[in-house]
């Protein structure tokens, strides 16, 4: 598993969807599930971002009620459902090889422990890929991602990435704007 963890418009999202899309593409039969807490916000990032970047000619079937498409690769297909993690109990039984979860400060432990079990597709290899905003002291992400806590999951690799790295590509008005924040808002924001 790995989190990135990172500021606000540092390219945590099109870094997740990233292999996603090449695991599509690349792997014939590979089942993934992109989430965030909320659909709607899931809607207005993830899912917009992704089809920004894939070009509608690779997409060869869709369910738009269920949120579930299929990518044409090389060699075959692969499918991508985006789901709201509020409640992980509606995926009943469903086996993903890559689970890519946008926010991940955002969910609760009782969905991420769900999910992990939930990763485990057969014939591809397995991972889970979050992303978000650094979560409040005491968070769960916090706890299982601090080789210091009793809570530490080694199966968790963090990444940190600051705004900073993806500083050449926002306008100057949203960095004045990032930099007069206050300190505590600075660790989260930036």
């Not at 890559?98 to 926010?103: F, S, T």
């Not at 990435?161 to 926002?170: A, G, I, Q, S």
Request: overall charge negative; aromatic content about 8%; charged content about 30%.
């Amino acid at each position: 598993m790995l989190y990135v963890e990172h500021g606000v418009r540092s390219g945590g999202t099109r870094g997740v969807l990233a292999p996603v899309v090449e695991m599509l593409l690349e792997s014939p039969g590979i089942r993934i599930l992109d989430g965030r807490k909320d659909f709607n916000d899931l809607r207005l990032s993830a899912m917009e971002t992704f089809f920004e970047v894939v070009p509608d000619e690779l997409i060869v079937d869709r369910d738009i009620q269920e949120h579930s498409y299929n990518l044409q690769g090389p060699d075959g297909q692969g499918k991508l459902f985006f789901r709201e993690l509020k409640d992980v109990s509606g995926l009943g039984s469903q086996e993903f090889a890559v689970i890519a979860v946008h926010e991940a400060h955002e969910i609760s432990l009782h969905a991420y422990r769900p999910l992990k079990i939930r990763c485990s597709q057969k014939n591809h290899p397995n991972m889970i890929l979050m992303e978000g905003n650094p979560p409040s002291e005491g968070h769960w992400l916090t706890r299982l991602t601090d080789p210091r806590s009793e809570d530490h999951d080694t199966d968790i690799t963090r990444w940190k990435l600051t705004t900073y790295e993806n500083w050449k590509n926002l306008t100057e008005e949203y960095k004045k704007s990032l930099e007069s924040m206050p300190s505590s808002w600075r660790r989260r924001y930036l």
